[in-house]
């Protein structure tokens, strides 16, 4: 294994703006790479990284590579065969297949430890059902392909790193999952992803699930109940938890610096604060122009971060996809390796 840190980036959605800030990307990191910080490893489809490349005119050059020997510092690994073209912006079968290919191969190469960590650019969901390929998302494909038995999703911006206790479930359905053991799997989980991150005594808020922590019982009674009587017994056992802590406050108290995480009952309480914070917006046109944040998969037995945004098919190809995202979807993954400083 090379001594350089190998983070290898899945190009997701070849018709998307996955190779376009991927080069945009590479370009912004090009100092850090020549200093040996890295190396980048592209996995995808080599002729969209090569449309992105003309069309972004930047002077970046990715090496072909195999999966085999050394890696280059910025390198290229073909996914599979290309069998068809793939047009910018169009839903296809074809790029639905080299969306789980990169991820098939990035997994292979990152339980082989011949990578310390993988990247992903996002993916559409349909085409990669077109495919044949019949998962929800990169999350759950990642869980099948490494063996794991479950996951968690932590999304960072800045000081702003939220863990989910449940996500893509019916608001009616979040209570009975809110149980003692899931609420120690998530926090577990959590303070390990900040120890590796290089902070040394992780202080974790749990977000409240009722309106002012259920108020003494008149709004509900799981967090008296449930959550404060597994953060008293987590206490004991060394951890540094507070909480419950009512959901109005919590994320401002997370941004003061007070918290190092926040441990969210459910899917937008805690997606709210962070894209809010993430996402700026142009008030002359009213919509966003950039935005930042990265998804986090804990509990696998790889690394793996994600830019927190689709493959945006109306705007791919246009040179205005923002690459904020993935670089600091890079730099995440490169603290969870131990090969980066604290952010």
């Given at each position: ?7 290898a ?31 980048l ?6 002729s ?23 890696f ?26 080299f ?170 309480q ?74």
């Amino acid at each position: 294994m090379s001594q350089k840190p190998v983070l290898a980036i899945t190009m997701g959605d070849p018709a998307g703006i996955g190779p376009e800030i991927i080069v945009k990307a590479a370009h912004q990191l090009a100092p850090r790479l020549a200093a040996g910080e890295f190396k980048l490893l592209v996995i995808g489809h080599a002729s969209a990284l090569k449309r992105a490349q003309a069309q972004m005119g930047l002077p970046v050059e990715f090496a072909p590579t195999t999966a085999e020997g050394e890696f280059p510092t910025l390198g290229i690994l073909p996914a599979g065969e290309e069998k068809a073209p793939v047009e910018l912006g169009v839903i296809a079968p074809e790029a639905g297949r080299f969306s789980y290919l990169a991820i098939e191969q990035a997994v292979k190469l990152a339980m082989s430890n011949r990578i310390q960590g993988i990247v992903t650019a996002p993916l559409n969901k349909e085409a990669l059902n077109l495919a044949g390929y019949h998962y929800s998302g990169h999350t759950d494909m990642l869980a099948e392909l490494t063996g794991a038995k479950g996951s968690v999703m932590m999304l960072a911006h800045g000081n702003m790193r939220v863990s989910h206790i449940t996500t893509h479930i019916a608001l009616q359905d979040v209570p009975k999952k809110l149980t003692p053991e899931r609420i120690r799997y998530v926090v577990g989980l959590t303070q390990q992803a900040l120890l590796n991150m290089g902070i040394e005594k992780p202080r974790i808020a749990l977000a409240a699930l009722n309106p002012h922590a259920g108020e003494g019982g008149l709004f509900g009674r799981q967090d008296i109940e449930i959550t404060a009587p597994t953060i008293e017994a987590m206490n004991k056992e060394g951890y540094n938890l507070f909480g419950p802590v009512p959901g109005d406050t919590v994320f401002v108290k997370l941004r003061a610096g007070q918290y190092d995480a926040v441990v969210a009952m459910y899917h937008d309480q805690g997606h709210i604060p962070v894209k809010l914070l993430g996402f700026h917006v142009n008030p002359e046109t009213g919509k966003w122009d950039a935005l930042s944040g990265v998804n986090i998969t804990l509990g696998l037995p790889v690394i793996r971060t994600s830019v927190d945004h689709g493959t945006a098919f109306d705007i791919a190809g246009k040179g205005i996809a923002s690459e904020t995202s993935l670089i600091e979807a890079i730099d995440y993954a490169m603290q969870l390796s131990g090969g980066g400083t604290k952010h």
